[in-house]
């Protein structure tokens, strides 16, 4: 029988119940458990893609397509797993099924109700999902994390407390446990409780009973015992099931502070853990993973050499909004040894229109520019601040910088190459200008040409390393030297066609590409130190003991000073990586996912025409792969029942300014 656990919040959303959640499962993968995780947003919206980035924070793909909540990439990055589309529950997705249902009539004439119609959707849904394989064993997980999104109490998020108090008693009380995290306040030097106590009032009239209360606290200070015996007497719990979370110096940490307060002995008593069946080879696992994550830790703590690397992007206000590609940053950092530094340039302000309204912020973002050890260009979409990163891009291939340039990135690099080296200096893409004379990169969705919606290339694609690239393409060698690798897309544009040959004649290279030739996905400049752009977005497939290739061979070049680095570019960090990958590279996906474009698209239904603004019903196939990209099919994964969604048709996915 799989163990539950919930994760539920109080007082205030955002105080880091998914890192909980993760070091939680991460913990209980320590003892040899398999552990998947399910995160519930919920807002109507069907997923994440169409959100901004700047008010809900990143959007993460996973292998299947699917858009969805950013906790998810902490689940994949600490769990060391491979979700899917269904692991991310929203208010949208359980009511377009139930309503669908009932069209059909699978209700039978019944008054469809969220009691018990919803809540029994949502029960059906996490009892399903809990059971599918997320690891290299390929077997059903022993533990189920659930993160409940939001505050308890939220209108919102009504239906799925009562679901689960209801679940409590469908999977019975030794497999199923719950941890409340609550915000402690710490005021003047006191560290207040009322606000826990009101939530777990709260949670408590709802039904549910916590098991565990975390308690953040918003401060370097931890819990003290005083406040932990004034909460365990208040709330009805036993001290030992309060625990703190203060601020850390690293969210790595958290495990480990956890582990040092007894969650695990408690867990394990309480869900009994010990009736588990645990192979020695699970267990012999477990404690190499407990080994290599105190090593990581306790290594960073000792670090004193810095690197900086210059994010230049467009959505700089929210930092979440690129919370992996921070992530694929930290964990390259940790595996060369050296303490991280991002400097937040905000790539409109280094446009000359800046420098006439605001001269001071225009030179402060030079400066950090310039005296970066790398330059880094994430992904987005629109105009907006875009010449400004094609200044910072030209900037690093003249004075041989690392440069990394991820989806919206890579396409720049090109563009500022047709700009500057072939002297086209309108170059630029159809996303900018509709009616360019020189699009350099143009619109090549994998399903319609006319319909906005659901014509992403997303999820896993197969990239082929050009032949001949293995004397000299470093990226390749950093990939383990492999012919095809594997990452994940979110894209619309691509590199024209037309422009290949001005390029490589002109020595700007395009070292991978699809699998018929026609989609350019890697380049990289033969003569600069490291300079690299992927059309895909490597962040997302990054994991802390297993760094994303692109990013540490970014890191490790940006480790070199001007006057270390030769004049081919390399220098010794570089240099060990590059070794220590083509001995050791092992890619995070499931051996079922590497395999040829068209298999993964397998089972894609074709797409309807419809006109634009309006709503259709797309009814998934039943036995849907569980890679299948298509954003709108919302299957039942492997060997599932039908089930549908609703799509809008028309919508601008991203398309802020």
């Known amino acids: 029988m799989t163990k539950y656990i919930l994760v539920s919040g109080g007082v205030v959303s955002g105080i880091g119940k998914g890192v909980i959640a993760s070091s939680t499962g991460l913990l209980l993968k320590t003892l040899g458990l398999k552990v998947t995780a399910i995160k519930i947003d919920p807002y109507m919206n069907i997923d994440a893609g169409t959100m901004r980035p700047t008010e809900h924070g990143e959007v993460y793909v996973l292998n299947d397509g699917g858009e969805v909540d950013l906790d998810l990439g902490n689940y994949e990055r600490y769990l060391n797993v491979t979700l899917s589309r269904d692991n991310n529950i929203t208010t949208g997705k359980i009511y377009s099924q139930v309503i669908e249902k009932e069209r059909k009539g699978d209700y039978l004439g019944k008054t469809v109700q969220i009691v018990p119609h919803i809540t029994n959707a949502i029960q059906d849904w996490i009892e399903r999902v809990s059971k599918i394989p997320v690891d290299e064993t390929g ?8 993160e409940l999104g939001g505050t308890v109490g939220d209108i919102e998020s009504a239906p799925f407390v009562e679901a689960m108090r209801q679940f409590q008693f469908r999977v019975g009380y030794e497999n199923f446990a719950l941890i409340h995290v609550s915000l402690v306040p710490d005021i003047h030097g006191e560290q207040k409780t009322k606000p826990t106590q009101t939530t777990v009032h709260s949670l408590r009239g709802l039904g549910l009973l916590p098991d565990l209360i975390a308690c953040r606290l918003i401060v370097p200070q931890p ?6 015996a004034k909460i365990s007497m208040f709330c009805h719990v036993h001290p030992q099931q309060v625990f703190g979370v203060h601020d850390v110096s690293s969210v790595y940490h958290v495990p480990l502070l956890l582990r040092s307060q007894g969650i695990i002995d408690y867990l394990r008593k309480r869900l009994n853990l010990d009736s588990v069946q645990i192979t020695d080879t699970m267990v012999a696992s477990g404690l190499d993973l407990e080994k290599r994550w105190k090593d990581m830790t306790s290594g960073a703590e000792r670090l004193f050499d810095t690197v900086e ?3 230049v992007g467009k959505y700089t206000d929210l930092k979440d909004s690129y919370m992996s590609v921070i992530k694929a940053l930290e964990h390259s950092a940790f595996r060369v040894r050296r303490k991280l530094t991002i400097q937040w340039v905000e790539s409109s302000d280094l446009e000359p229109a800046t420098q006439e309204s605001n001269r001071a912020k225009y030179h402060d973002s030079w400066r950090n520019v310039v005296k970066a050890n790398g330059i880094l260009v994430p992904g987005g979409f629109g105009l907006r601040g ?6 910072a891009i030209k900037h690093a291939r003249e004075a041989k910088i690392p440069f990394l340039g991820i989806c919206l990135g890579f396409q720049l690099a090109a563009i500022e190459w047709a700009r500057n080296v072939l002297n086209v200096p309108d170059a630029t893409s159809s996303e900018f200008d509709a009616e360019a004379k020189n699009p350099v990169v143009i619109f090549m969705p994998e399903i319609s040409k006319t319909h906005m919606g659901g014509t992403m290339r997303l999820g896993l694609r197969p990239t082929i390393f050009e032949p001949g690239t293995e004397e000299w393409c470093k990226i390749r060698k950093l990939y383990g030297g492999a012919e095809t690798v594997w990452e994940r897309h979110r894209h619309r544009y691509e590199i024209n066609p037309e422009w290949i040959e001005k390029f490589d004649q002109s020595g700007f290279k395009f070292a991978g590409k699809d699998e018929k030739g026609e989609r350019m996905q890697i380049l990289e400049l033969p003569d600069h130190p490291y300079f690299i752009g992927l059309q895909a977005h490597p962040e997302f497939c990054t994991r802390p003991l297993n760094p994303s290739p692109p990013f540490l061979g970014f890191v490790a070049a940006a480790t070199a000073t001007a006057s270390i680095a030769s004049s081919q570019g390399q220098n010794e960090m570089l240099e060990e990586q ?5 001995a050791s590279f092992k890619p995070p996906h499931p051996e079922d996912a590497m395999v040829s474009e068209t298999e993964l698209r397998k089972g894609l239904p074709s797409p309807i025409p419809i006109e634009k603004g309006k709503v259709r019903i797309m009814e998934s196939v039943p036995g849907t792969p569980l890679y299948t990209p298509n954003p709108a099919v ?4 492997r060997g599932g029942s039908a089930s549908a969604s609703v799509e809008k048709v028309g919508l601008g996915i991203g398309l802020e300014e």
Do not use: R, W
Not at 223 to 228: F, G, M, N
């Open 139 to 146: 077997e059903m997980p022993d533990v189920c994390i659930v």
């Open 223 to 228: 819990l003290d015992e005083a406040t932990k």
């Open 309 to 311: 690397i210059a994010l």
């Open 386 to 391: 875009t010449d400004g990163m094609v200044l």
């Open 578 to 582: 590059i070794s220590l990958q083509l």
């Open 634 to 637: 919302y299957g039942f994964g």
